[in-house]
């Protein structure tokens, strides 16, 4: 009988730790975001978040255990994700659980990062199966049709940047900080009549696969065509450089904004649900960090309702990266006798469940 397992998330930028009941209820749930470790780079930087995790880790741990009220001899496995991500971060959770499971002689499991997201809104709500799965992060952006829990095929994804990082992109582009969806979202709120035409990459097109390095060039493009900024620096890379819009062109960047996440929107929402019309279901559920969005879910709810498509999104702390939905996953495995050994490795690319 399963009491408990501990769940434990690193494989980006955030240090997670749950512990679930063998019902499924979560007991804990903490997570440490690095965001502001990361900021002043406008972006993810791999070397740091390591070592952020490494230095996170047990405290994190410590607290999900207090929080839940059980102790480590109450643990009847552990959970961890092994890909896909950041090698190095993942290695300093799989490294932890590995020991912590050795030392307690209890079973451990490697769990698919996207397994866990396209589970997550199951902490919420009740799902029904199959259904179109849409996992939109900083790292993905993917459709799969999901036949039962943990049971997917990948149906589209993108073909060059994920959602999260062509917003992560345009902000910086804008200068307007990081995380870019946050921001983005923020400064675009209440501008209806944005007053551009953007390109929607890839949206006649047959398939279910996004591409929206396009969109983000073509965001370029105006920015360049309107001289916003008078020292705008083109590389995209590096230590953000503050920079001030050329007077009087201030206004333009909430506009600028707002058009990049309707465009976005547009696509993801019109992609996802051509998905659930084309397999002839009835449920689309999304979650990753891009599913906080409120452009999106509304854009998706909008239309789903007139589709007559029930439309589910987890609450946005299930949406982002979190070791609760590692914790759902790892029950499914454990009750399946899914263990790992202790040669369990970290895995960078791992799109298909
Ligand atoms: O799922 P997540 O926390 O980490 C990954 O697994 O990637 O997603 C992070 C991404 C970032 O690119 C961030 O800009 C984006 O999610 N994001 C948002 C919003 N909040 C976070 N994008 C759009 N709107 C938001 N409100
Ligand atoms: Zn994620």
Redesign the pocket.
């Known amino acids: 009988m399963i009491k408990a397992l501990l769940a434990i998330e690193t494989?980006?930028?955030?240090t997670a730790a749950a512990v679930v009941d063998g019902g499924g209820r979560i007991l804990s749930d903490v997570v440490a975001s690095q965001v502001a470790d990361h900021a002043v780079f406008g972006g993810?930087v791999p070397e740091i978040a390591s070592r952020r995790h490494v230095e996170l880790i047990q405290p994190v741990v410590d607290e999900a255990l207090q929080a839940s009220g059980l102790k480590l001899h109450d643990l009847s496995g552990i959970a961890v994700t092994q890909g896909p991500?950041l090698v190095g971060a993942l290695l300093v959770g799989i490294s932890y659980a590995k020991a912590l499971a050795y030392g307690l002689k209890i079973p451990l499991c490697g769990i698919n990062?996207l397994d866990g997201?396209l589970g997550a809104a199951a902490i919420e709500h009740e799902l029904t199966y199959p259904h179109i799965g849409m996992?939109?992060?900083?790292?993905?952006t993917s459709l799969y049709r999901v036949n039962a829990p943990g049971k997917m095929g990948l149906i589209g994804q993108t073909m060059d940047d994920?959602?999260?990082?062509?917003?992560?992109k345009v902000?910086k582009l804008l200068n307007l900080g990081?995380?870019?969806?946050?921001?983005?979202?923020?400064i675009s709120q209440g501008i209806t009549e944005h007053g551009f035409e953007l390109p929607r990459p890839m949206l006649k097109e047959d398939n279910y696969d996004f591409s929206f390095s396009g969109l983000k060039t073509a965001i370029l493009n105006l920015v360049v065509r309107l001289k916003i900024f008078p020292d705008l620096d083109l590389s995209f890379s590096g230590m953000p450089r503050k920079r001030e819009p050329a007077p009087g062109m201030e206004a333009y960047i909430p506009r600028i904004a707002a058009a990049f996440?309707e465009a976005?929107c547009d696509v993801l929402a019109t992609k996802a649900l051509k998905a659930v019309q084309d397999h002839q279901l009835d449920l689309l559920v999304i979650?990753?960090?891009?599913?906080?969005?409120?452009?999106?879910r509304e854009t998706i709810r909008e239309r789903a309702d007139r589709m007559g498509v029930r439309f589910v999104a987890p609450s946005?702390k299930y949406?982002?990266?979190n070791a609760a939905m590692i914790g759902l996953a790892g029950l499914r495995h454990f009750k399946e006798g899914r263990y790992a050994g202790l040669d369990l490795n970290a895995v960078s690319r791992w799109d298909s469940v």
Do not use: M, R, W
Request: net charge negative; with cysteine.
């Open positions: 494989s980006c930028d955030e993810v991500g990062h997201h996992v939109v992060s900083g790292g993905h994920a959602a999260g990082e062509a917003f992560d902000a990081y995380p870019g969806g946050v921001v983005i979202e923020k996440q976005a979650s990753g960090g891009v599913a906080c969005n409120t452009a999106l946005k949406c982002t990266d």
